[in-house]
């Protein structure tokens, strides 16, 4: 997805409006998920052609999602997502009391390597 974009970028002379840029690479992370979670490729894409509708949509929208307070959340967050700066926008500065708080969190990070955790994309 990365060198698609990339190669987009330096070969188009198309430049996409931003909002249309980043939904365009919002849908190719999410579809590039399937990719990752699938056991087998043509379970991503079974899965990925359920995504699109071709097994049909759900009649009731609000059951889909679980209902209206899920689909609530999934607005608020969807709104946090798309329309808050992103971390290279937010002016940050570095000085002692930053510094004691990241090395508190590297410590509590080699404190528990002891401990098991399952790699995210285990099936990967």
């Known amino acids: 997805l990365l060198v698609?974009?990339?190669v987009w970028r330096h070969v188009s002379p198309v430049r996409l409006p931003y909002?249309?840029?980043?939904?365009?690479t919002f849908v190719a992370v999410v579809f590039g998920w399937v990719l990752f979670r699938c056991?087998?490729?043509?379970?991503?894409g079974a899965v990925a052609l359920a995504m699109v509708g071709t097994h049909?949509?759900?009649p009731n929208g609000l059951t889909?999602?679980?209902?209206?307070?899920n689909l609530?959340?999934?607005a608020v967050l969807l709104a946090i997502a798309w329309f808050a700066p992103n971390a290279w926008r937010i002016p940050?500065?570095?000085n002692s009391y930053t510094g004691v708080v990241a090395a508190l969190v590297f410590v509590v990070c080699v404190l528990r390597f002891d401990s098991a955790s399952p790699f995210l994309y285990f099936r990967f």
């Open 4 to 6: 698609a974009g990339l």
């Open 19 to 24: 909002p249309l840029a980043a939904t365009l």
């Open 39 to 44: 056991e087998t490729l043509s379970h991503a």
């Open 56 to 58: 049909g949509f759900e």
């Open 64 to 69: 889909a999602v679980g209902g209206a307070g």
């Open 72 to 74: 609530a959340v999934l």
């Open 92 to 94: 940050f500065r570095f």
